[in-house]
């Protein structure tokens, strides 16, 4: 698995509604790309973001 974790600057781990807004401009830079990535926010990658069990905001995946 290739994976990283990354936030925007300045760091504040605990807003969830400014992680969101960062990992929409990755996903979707992502997919402009051509390259499938899971974010910790959507584990399922259902585009449903209060379904997760665990969530890990400042993770992304390469979706092999």
Same mark, same amino acid.
């Given at each position: 698995m290739l994976a990283v974790d990354v936030t925007p600057y300045p760091i @504040? /781990? *605990? *807003?969830? !509604? $400014?992680?969101? =807004?960062? +990992?929409?401009? @990755? =996903? +979707?830079? +992502?997919? +402009?790309?051509?390259? !499938? =990535? $899971? /974010?910790?926010? *959507? /584990?399922?990658m259902d585009f449903e973001v209060k379904d997760n069990q665990f969530d890990d905001l400042v993770h992304f995946e390469i979706v092999e």
């Open positions: @504040v /781990w *605990d *807003d969830r !509604e $400014r992680q969101t =807004l960062f +990992a929409g401009f @990755v =996903l +979707a830079t +992502a997919k +402009a790309m051509g390259i !499938e =990535l $899971r /974010w910790g926010g *959507d /584990w399922s």
